[in-house]
Every structure is written in C-alpha cells, then in structure tokens.
C-alpha cells in the first residue's frame, strides 16, 4: 500500500512542451512538498503546500505551477520544458508544517528533456 | 557557500567495516538533523532523526549532532552489502526562521559496501 505515490514515474518530452506530474498520499499528512533532485544528487526544495494553502514557494521558475486541490493530492505542472529542467522531481509529505518530523518521499518522477 | 556541505565520496569499505558519514552546515537556526538513504532509482527514506545535541543509536545506526562544531556524523556497524546506497543528510530549523517548514539536504554520501 503505497504511502506517497507520483504519475508518471519517467517522463521523455521536447522542449517547449507542457507536462504535469501529479502526487497523492494516504497518510493523512497535513504538509507535501515537491523537491528536485538534479545530476549531481542535490535536493532542494520548490513548493511546500500546507493543507492546500502555499506556504513556500522556493524561487522557483513561474513556468512551474503546483496545485493541490486537497491536502492528499499535489500536482506540479511546468509549461514551456527547458533542457534544464530534466531532473528527478521527487512529491513528499510529511505531518506537520514544519517539517520536524521528516518527510516520507515518493519514488519520484525521471523527467528527461530533448 | 552551501548552507549543508557533504563530501559526495564515493566511500568503498569491506563488509563489516564501520562506516563514518558527515556534514557540516552553517545556519545556526538548525535544531533537527536527519538522515535519509537513498537507493538507486528509488526515493529517500528517513534513517534517523535528531533534535538539537547529541546521540541517537538505532540497531547499527549512530546519529551525532555537534551544534558547538555545527557538525553531524552518522555511524553504520558491521557493514552489510545491502546498505550501500546515498546517504544524505538534512537539517530544520525552529519556527520562525527563513528556514521554516523546509529540509535543507546535503548533497548526499555515495557508498558501496562489497562483500
């Protein structure tokens, strides 16, 4: 019974597409994040989403846009794919806003851009 | 500068051998110190997790915080092939802070255990 699940989990797209990733947790978590993870293995941290209220929002690109239409479902949708972007994007929630408690995180999704 | 440096390695040791992991990091704001490893293609799992000061053992794991040094340290016992795997650490700050709500990660550890 997965705990954090991400769709899809490899992604191959041009550049300038449109993509979405969505991600759903059956914790019962009140916090998700959405993190990337680049080639060298640094997670850094893009939007957290407490109870569908935005709480961080990490000078990300305004090409990146999450949504969280509950506190179980966070959806990251990027327009305009750059070469850049192709990274690993890893969903992970965690019980509480501030993020004292760990994270459980997701499998992650391999987004490669051509 | 990185807030959270971590030699990336990669570390090779022999089975059975003790493995020593660390990071140091800079904000002083930082009270709760985690590790998480990562096995190929998979995501993070929380290892082991610390607040402020101290130790923390948990079967083969030891967590050390040092806040005077702003240093961590994760120790594996009697290494096994199955624990090779990237070791990152990561760090939360109080309420509050710039930090709040957030995991500042290392870069994470590359190591191999061979048998």
């Known amino acids: 019974d997965t705990a954090v699940s991400q769709t899809p989990k490899y992604l191959v797209t041009q550049m300038g597409n449109d993509k979405s990733i969505k991600c759903e947790q059956n914790?019962?978590?009140?916090?998700m994040y959405w993190y990337k993870q680049d080639s060298k293995k640094f997670l850094k941290i893009m939007f957290s989403?407490?109870?569908?209220?935005?709480?961080i929002n990490e000078t990300v690109p305004n090409r990146f846009s999450p949504k969280s239409p509950d506190k179980a479902h966070l959806n990251l949708h990027i327009n305009s794919l750059e070469l850049g972007d192709s990274a690993v994007y890893f969903c992970?929630?965690?019980?509480?806003?501030?993020?004292?408690?760990?994270?459980?995180f997701g499998s992650g999704t391999r987004l490669t851009v051509v | 500068q990185k807030e959270v440096e971590q030699d990336p390695g990669p570390l090779s040791v022999p089975e059975g051998a003790i493995v020593s992991l660390n990071c140091t990091y800079s904000?002083?704001?930082?009270?709760?110190f985690m590790w998480y490893r990562q096995y190929s293609r998979k995501g993070p799992e929380l290892l082991m997790y610390?607040?402020?000061?101290g130790n923390k053992e948990d079967g083969r794991f030891t967590a050390q915080v040092d806040k005077s040094s702003k240093y961590i340290s994760l120790f594996i016992r009697d290494s096994q092939p199955s624990d090779s795997a990237t070791y990152l650490c990561?760090?939360?700050?109080?309420?509050?802070?710039?930090?709040?709500?957030?995991?500042?990660f290392g870069q994470g550890t590359i190591l191999t255990v061979h048998p």
């Open positions: 914790l019962g978590h009140d916090t």
């Open positions: 990561a760090m939360s700050a109080v309420a509050g802070g710039t930090s709040y709500g957030k995991l500042t």
């Open positions: 610390t607040y402020s000061s």
């Open positions: 989403y407490n109870n569908k209220e935005l709480i």
């Open positions: 992970a929630s965690s019980p509480k806003m501030t993020g004292t408690y760990g994270y459980t």
């Open positions: 904000n002083s704001a930082f009270q709760y």
